[in-house]
């Protein structure tokens, strides 16, 4: 007996797997659509999906709560997911006060805003006035009549050195924070006050105190250490009733004085 087998149509059989792919292939995207639409129907419709609560955590003076709002863009009723939150942090992180800041959303109607400000403790004095912020970053330019100046002010460096060697510059800048942050540790400087910090590359740095007339040499780290030696020497200085121009405070044990 002689047997026949029908060969399978593979051309056939291919096709029909082109189909059902092509057919899977339209119900996947139609369903992609149906739920794409729907979403952004209710995200523009629905009430309890549109911003009604604007929560900003790290604002004071002067970044007041009402300039954060007005740089972020965000207005109550907005549809919240149709607020680009990238696009929000780019708008703040030009206002030069935020150091750093972050949006996020908390459904159904709720947009979070959470920054860092900077906070100057000195005004770098190159050409132009500009406030020095805790790590020693230069933030913003002090704007006469609208910014406060009520900071003591580092001079010293020209803008030209500045640019020329940014790494050492932002050294020089801990540097002076660092005096200062020994200065406000000392009793002294509660009587004296702080008008201006002096660099200079050979000598290294000056103190010149708000509410006398002279100038305190320092010099280099360590300067914790060299500023316990000023307490000391103003109240013997106070019982001699001695005037002077200048005190330097670079050799230890023992303070010199330029009358």
């Known amino acids: 007996m002689v047997k026949f087998f029908r060969r399978s149509n593979v051309k056939l059989q291919a096709r029909k797997r082109r189909w059902k792919l092509f057919v899977r292939g339209l119900w996947t995207l139609g369903a992609v659509l149906v739920v794409t639409v729907t979403l952004r129907y209710l995200s523009l419709h629905l009430e309890k999906l549109k911003i009604n609560n604007i929560l900003i955590d790290g604002a004071g003076e002067p970044l007041t709560t009402g300039v954060v709002l007005s740089r972020s863009g965000l207005s109550v009723g907005m549809p919240i997911f149709s607020v680009d939150l990238r696009e929000v942090v780019r708008r703040l992180e030009e206002e030069p ?4 800041v972050k949006a996020n959303r908390r459904l159904p109607h709720t947009v979070i805003i ?8 000195l005004i770098l004095s190159a050409g132009k006035f500009y406030y020095l912020g805790s790590r020693g970053e230069v933030f913003k330019e002090v704007e006469g009549g609208k910014d406060s100046r009520d900071f003591p002010v580092l001079t010293g460096l020209s803008r030209d050195e500045i640019e020329q060697d940014p790494p050492r510059a932002r050294e020089i800048f801990q540097q002076a924070l660092s005096l200062l942050s020994a200065y406000n540790a000392e009793t002294a400087s509660q009587s004296l006050g702080l008008s201006e910090i002096h660099y200079d590359k050979a000598t290294g740095f000056s103190l010149y105190p708000e509410r006398e007339h002279f100038r305190v040499l320092v010099g280099f780290d360590p300067f914790a250490a060299k500023l316990k030696r000023l307490g000391r020497a103003l109240e013997k200085l106070k019982k001699m009733n001695q005037s002077f121009a200048a005190i330097d405070l670079n050799y230890e044990g ?3 004085l330029t009358l």
Do not use: N, Y
């Open 114 to 121: 959470s920054l860092t400000r900077h906070e100057p403790q």
């Open 97 to 100: 006060w935020i150091d750093r």
């Open 254 to 256: 023992r303070v010199i």
